[in-house]
């Protein structure tokens, strides 16, 4: 078992896309109420009290949007301070990178992931759901606003879906030959928008592979903060391939990681519901931080046991209440 020492942060729930992978359709959110959210000082006494003493000093910020929260800047800063802080990371839709990058980067945040699930502006809009003007041209300046700040590495997460993006999985990968860009391919989930997973299913990884091996060769290479992807390169690129493959190989054997929701919910499972913990209520209840560590040093225990597999043997009923944009990737 790898120690978990990483936690994805979620700094607020809503988001400025409507990404038909990552919502469900029709149905309004219930978004968290602005006094429910963990403040900033809330998070930073959580960080520094209960998670870097068990060992976490790889953190992500996440979201909904995570620029989208006000403070995030601070928020950023506030985490790179921490001595134990080893990694500090974010993962962005890229809209309001432009302006943010900057002051990201200066504040501590040294790695960033932004989603671009399509080069093709009109196709862009409909996969986020965007129905004014488009969003693509500020999405890619943001980005690259981001590699002209020096964040590295840059990543590119795409969400494969069959018949809506995955004819352009040579054109994605073909932005690695001439920029040092990582651009990952993640299986799409049957989690907030089971209609669309229904309807089309997913692309094992494997399928993307041959396809990028047929037009250029594809080996085996490595990258600083992988995580679960398997890293490839074209020969001779600049950049690397990842793919991530939840759905075709199961990898919680080698899961690091616990996530924290915008209203301080601490899961440990992206797949499973069991075994939560409310930390922001106990937090204001007044509960120490030695009865929170204790509280989250439990679930580290059990950790092992709650999974994605949980859901086969009937420990896991399978009904997320939550969407991948209030959990955060
Ligand atoms: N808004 C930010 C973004 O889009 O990058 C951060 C939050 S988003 C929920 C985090 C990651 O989850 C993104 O890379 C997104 O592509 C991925 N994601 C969302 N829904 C997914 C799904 N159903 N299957 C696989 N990945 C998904
Ligand atoms: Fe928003 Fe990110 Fe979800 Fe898209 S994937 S709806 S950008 S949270």
Redesign the pocket.
């Known amino acids: 078992m790898n120690p978990v020492d990483y936690l994805r942060i979620s700094l607020i729930d809503r988001?400025n896309?409507r990404?038909q992978?990552?919502m469900p359709n029709g149905d309004e959110l219930q978004y968290i109420l602005q006094q429910n959210l963990l403040s900033r000082e809330e998070l930073l006494t959580l960080v520094r009290e209960v998670f870097v003493p068990l060992g976490f000093c790889r953190f992500r910020l996440?979201?909904?949007?995570?620029l989208l929260r006000p403070d995030v800047v601070e928020i950023a800063r506030d985490l790179a301070a921490i001595p134990e802080t080893q990694d500090l990371a974010m993962?962005?839709?890229?809209f309001l990178l432009a302006d943010k990058a900057e002051a990201l980067y200066n504040a501590g945040l040294k790695r960033v992931?932004?989603?671009l699930?399509s080069l093709d502006s009109d196709k862009f809009d409909k996969i986020i759901g965007n129905r004014g003007r488009s969003r693509w041209k500020q999405t890619w300046e943001g980005i690259q606003k981001a590699y002209e700040v020096g964040f590295d590495p840059l990543k590119i997460?795409v969400?494969v879906m069959p018949g809506i993006n995955d004819e352009e999985v040579l054109d994605l990968a073909a932005l690695t030959i001439d920029r040092s860009w990582h651009v990952r391919f993640?299986?799409?989930?049957?989690?907030?928008?089971a209609a669309l997973f229904d309807r089309d299913g997913w692309i094992p990884s494997e399928v993307l592979r041959q396809r990028i091996r047929q037009q250029w060769g594809l080996e085996a290479a490595s990258i600083t903060g992988a995580g679960p992807a398997d890293i490839f390169q074209i020969p001779g690129a600049k950049g690397t391939l990842g793919f991530i493959s939840q759905m075709s190989e199961c990898f919680c054997d080698r899961c690091n990681r616990m996530r924290l929701s915008a209203d301080g919910w601490l899961r440990p499972c992206l797949l499973n519901e069991t075994s939560q913990i409310d930390l922001r209520s106990a937090l204001r209840q007044g509960i120490s931080t030695e009865d929170l560590r204790d509280k989250v040093r439990h679930l580290l225990d059990i950790k092992a046991t709650i999974n994605f597999k949980d859901r086969d043997n009937g420990t896991d009923t399978g009904a997320y209440t939550r969407t991948?944009?209030q959990?955060?990737?």
């Open positions: 988001c896309f990404c992978y990552c996440t979201g909904g949007e995570p993962t962005t839709n890229g992931n932004i989603s699930d997460n969400v993640i299986e799409f989930m049957p989690i907030g928008n991948m944009s959990i955060g990737g």
